[in-house]
């Protein structure tokens, strides 16, 4: 459902970046999420987490 609507943003601005921009854009939110239900997270630590996460997930390329 982000990454849909990080599409939508990004295709709306006309923001050329396709699917890679959405992906990042989901992965600091979500990792902005993680670090605030997680306090002892640093914020740095969960956006990094957060980012390769979700472009490993969207590339396929994650194993």
Known sequence: MVKL??????????F?????FA????GVAL???AASLVPAVPVS???V???MGVVLAIS???G
């Open 49 to 51: 987490g957060g980012v």
């Open 31 to 33: 990792g902005l999420l």
């Open 60 to 62: 396929g390329r994650g």
């Open 16 to 20: 050329v970046g396709g699917r890679i």
């Open 45 to 47: 630590l969960a956006i």
């Open 23 to 26: 992906a990042v854009f989901a």
């Open 5 to 14: 609507a990080a599409l939508l943003v990004a295709s709306t601005v006309a």
